[in-house]
């Protein structure tokens, strides 16, 4: 059996061509057995772009507004992470075998490695994309927090990696492509991080209407209050402060670190900006997404 250090930064582990966290690449083989519901939401993310908010305004909405019921566990349990494994947890496969109908699920595969169920049987997705270079800025600190991951060394090193898709889930890029031109064959809500920051209350209304949940407007508000950045950092059930510090070291940097737009321009040099700008137009050459950086 493997023991909690052994969590410690081992090497990614590359499947069909994606680099994965070595555990969650272990996961993928169990997944062919996974069995979509008719009734099933997949929460589709590259990392840290929003998933755990969305996470959380889902399940409230699902819960009709109810908080108490959103404090039943943490966000982890209520919302299974589809491809989730380590040592001494139960993977997302078995949490979701104990997840009562309607169940939201959590991802952050790349089509090629989503089990196929999930596309045949027309799974309702949720999709968030944010700024890559706040995504790349978020990521590199948790990298440094989360010691599934391997370690990200200089900043500067980091940011070629993530540019060169050599990151846990691969290319950013190709993420939010692919899942932008799936929302023409597939029922995909493809949301902004940086419209839920603007308008919260607007893409809360937009999800209702996805999911066919309608809500009073009172209620609409208390999601909206509760699922803040400044309320989900304080709650033990979003904040995952409930992980053991030898996985998940909020001293090294919280996992509900600043919630911001933006925050890249305090990292990233000009130089860097520069870079990322040139290799940025070329990768998303053609393609009619526009990101609010
Ligand atoms: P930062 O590291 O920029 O603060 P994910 O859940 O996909 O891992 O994304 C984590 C990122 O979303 C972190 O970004 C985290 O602070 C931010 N986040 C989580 N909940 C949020 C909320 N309610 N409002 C705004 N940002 C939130």
């Known amino acids: 059996m493997e023991l909690v250090q052994d ?4 090497p990614l582990k590359y499947v069909k061509g994606v680099p994965l966290i070595k555990y969650f690449a272990e996961a993928l083989g169990p997944l062919q057995s ?5 009734d099933d939401l997949l929460i589709s993310t590259y990392p840290k772009s929003g998933t755990t ?3 959380q305004i889902l399940d409230m ?3 009709g507004g109810n908080l108490d019921k959103c404090h039943r566990a943490p966000i982890y349990i209520r919302v299974p992470f589809l491809e989730f494994k380590a040592p001494g947890f139960p993977t997302g496969l078995e949490t979701l075998k104990e997840s009562p109908a309607p169940r939201l699920i959590k991802t952050h595969l790349p089509l090629s490695l989503l089990p196929q169920t999930l596309l045949d049987q027309k799974t309702k997705v949720v999709y968030v994309a944010r700024n890559a270079k706040d995504v790349a800025v978020s990521y590199y600190h948790f990298y440094c927090m989360a010691k599934v991951h391997p370690d990200p060394g200089t ?6 990696k993530f540019m060169a898709g050599e990151v846990s889930y691969g290319s950013w890029y190709q993420h939010v492509r692919e899942w932008w031109e799936l929302r023409h064959t597939h ?3 493809y949301l ?4 839920m920051k603007e308008n919260p209350k607007r893409e809360i209304q937009k999800i209702l209407e996805f999911v066919g949940h309608s809500l009073p407007e009172k209620i609409v508000d208390h999601i909206v209050h509760h699922t803040s950045f400044e309320e989900m950092k304080k709650n033990p059930m979003t904040n995952y402060t409930t992980i053991s510090s030898d996985i998940m070291d909020h001293a090294v ?3 509900m670190r600043k919630g911001k737009a933006g925050d890249w321009k305090t990292l990233f040099t000009v130089a860097q900006n520069e870079q990322f700008d040139a290799d940025y137009a070329q990768k998303m050459a053609g393609c009619d997404l526009s990101f609010c950086s």
């Open 253 to 255: 940097s919280p996992f």
């Open 61 to 63: 909405i699902y819960q």
């Open 53 to 55: 908010w969305v996470s």
């Open 7 to 10: 969590t410690c930064r081992p």
């Open 192 to 195: 902004f991080y940086e419209d």
């Open 34 to 38: 996974f069995q979509a519901l008719p």
């Open 155 to 160: 900043w500067d090193s980091f940011v070629e």
């Open 187 to 189: 029922p995909v809500l």
